[in-house]
């Protein structure tokens, strides 16, 4: 069975801290990884990544892959108010549902 | 362009009744998806179409949920006589046909519709 998993769960950080979420999977046919934002019900799309070692970066916001550990991270440097939300990660094999993890909800306290 | 859009926001319902959600994609996108979010959890499957069929309805959770899309666009997700175990935000993803070439798995989610079943 496929699975995501995400780490940690939760996590409140004052605004200023980094923070490195993390995401691991096990897939029977891999073919991308995606992260996205989730505020109030919409998860709105930040990253989709294909192969291991290079970055995206959007802002404050960067992520990387590793197929061979089958994991990847997402970075937010200098973390603001606005960018509490849970953040959630999802497995992609070509136009096939998407298997998520459960996210991680993060707090940026003033 | 206008993204993917859900009505109702919100459905409050009592139990045993029958419901009616509409998810509506970007203009282009033939592939819709259907997911179900409760408290605490990430997006979970329910049914997936490529153009008007239904591709894959395996996490449909049981035959009172059926979905459609009769033109190629517009989805309906209907759930028969609720249980109060429906509750959840329903919410709707399009995303492009695969193209030669091209990874198109990054998918557009709408708002969701949270239905309530009392």
């Known amino acids: 069975e496929d699975k995501v998993v995400q780490s940690p769960l939760s996590l409140v950080v004052h605004e200023g801290d980094t923070v490195t979420l993390n995401c691991s999977y096990e897939?029977?046919?891999?073919?991308?990884l995606l992260w996205y934002k989730q505020e109030k019900k919409a998860p709105t799309f930040l990253f989709m990544l294909t192969s291991s070692g290079i970055e995206k970066k959007s802002g404050r916001l960067s992520s990387i892959l590793d197929k061979k550990e089958l994991f990847s991270i997402l970075n937010i440097t200098a973390t603001q108010t606005g960018d509490s939300a849970i953040y959630l990660c999802a497995v992609g094999s070509g136009n096939t549902p998407l298997v998520f993890g459960k996210g991680t909800r993060l707090s940026v306290i003033a | 362009g206008a993204g993917v859009s859900q009505t109702p926001s919100n459905k409050v319902t009592e139990k045993g009744k029958y419901v009616e959600l509409r998810c509506d994609p970007i203009s282009g996108h033939t592939a819709l998806y259907w997911y179900r979010q409760s408290l605490g959890q990430g997006p979970e499957f329910l049914i997936y179409f490529q153009g008007t069929g239904a591709a894959d309805d395996s996490g449909l959770p049981n035959d009172r949920f059926f979905a459609v899309r009769p033109e190629g666009s517009v989805s309906t997700l209907k759930i028969q006589r609720t249980e109060r175990g429906d509750s959840a935000v329903y919410l709707c993803a399009s995303s492009l046909s695969q193209r030669e070439g091209l990874i198109t798995d990054t998918q557009y989610f709408g708002p969701g519709t949270r239905l309530t079943v009392l």
């Open positions: 897939v029977t046919n891999f073919r991308s």
